[in-house]
């Protein structure tokens, strides 16, 4: 394994265990990991020097290896049609499918999953088996073709939220869309007293995302988002991944603590008719009235009888909050019909 410092300085460092090594990168815990592609290996090097190796059954041929958005290791087994991951404990887990045909070439993309090239199905001059692989943290493979994959070699990130790749034999280079923003790492609980939100999403690499709150128009954002003095009650909150659809919406709600308190703004007669009004302390989604001590029903205010004897009356109102909290005690109000 060889370092060169920016002013040119080489260093190499051998051991018995380094073998054709192939793909190397930075991993989560400050140290070098590599392939050793007829090692048939993981490799692991301090800065210092130190090596360390990893062997299991189902490393055949790898190639290239990346830090995942997991804090492991993804890498290619060329010779072995799988994809690997190896934690920096050393454990290692193989993921196969039909439609992984000797990759090469891995990345971790703007979506929280890896993507990976097929570089050839069983001969390098047919197109048999090109593609463009995703597998997510969770071993979930999905292959993408297009008969301008000719031998896909190397894979990254690009700077527009897509990934790029390079046809080896197709002696072009290669661009595939990522429309389908990560999930969230951060967001608030089903039901919230705070009148404030904050919303985090993966973005490995900086791409361009736009947000939408309670159905607003979209906007541009960056991860994170947050917004103060929201109202209590429902609301929804939606990203998407360079403008395009389908977003990713997240959905909460906003409940007052304690229980809420009824007020009774007034009673207006008219004839056989009264009409009340009634307001909470609280954004409250339900209310329910009783009229002279009836059961309590549904209702909403303003809030009108009809057909009142003449004589006292007494309206009841009680309300109940997101969080299904009643008034301890209704609002009464008496009245009298003429």
Known sequence: IGRITTGGTVTIY????????????SGPDGALWFTNHYGNSIGRI?????????????????????????GALWFTNSAGNSIGRITTS?????????????????????????????????????????????????????SYTD??????????????GALWFTNYFGDSIGRIQVVAPPPFTSAPALTSTSQDATFAWMIPLAIPFT????????????????????????????IQANGTPPPVCTAWTIVSPGKPVVSILGVTVSGSAAT????????????????????????????????????????SVLATNFAGDTSAASALQAFAIP
Do not use: M
């Open 90 to 142: 050393g454990a290692v887990t193989s993921y196969t499918a039909p439609s992984i045909n000797d990759p090469e070439s891995i990345t971790t993309g703007p979506d929280g999953a890896l993507w990976f090239s097929n570089s050839k199905g069983n001969s390098k001059l047919t197109n048999s088996g090109n593609s463009i692989g995703r597998i997510t943290t969770g071993g979930t493979v999905t």
């Open 147 to 160: 008969a301008t994959i000719h031998f896909a070699s190397g894979i990254t990130n690009g700077p527009d």
């Open 14 to 25: 051998t051991d018995a265990t380094i073998h054709s090594p192939s793909g190397i990168t």
């Open 211 to 238: 947000c939408s709150l309670d159905s607003a128009p979209y906007v541009p954002c960056t991860s994170p988002r947050t917004y103060h003095g929201l109202a209590a009650g429902p609301h929804t909150f939606c």
């Open 276 to 315: 009340v009004s009634f307001t909470a302390d609280q954004l409250a989604p339900r209310f329910t009235c009783s009229l002279d001590g009836a059961a309590y029903k549904s209702c909403s205010s303003p809030l009108t009888y009809h057909g009142l004897a003449p004589g006292i009356h007494t309206v």
């Open 46 to 70: 301090t800065t210092g020097g130190t090596v360390t190796s990893y062997t299991d059954p189902s490393i055949n041929g790898p190639d290239s290896i990346t830090t995942g958005p997991d």
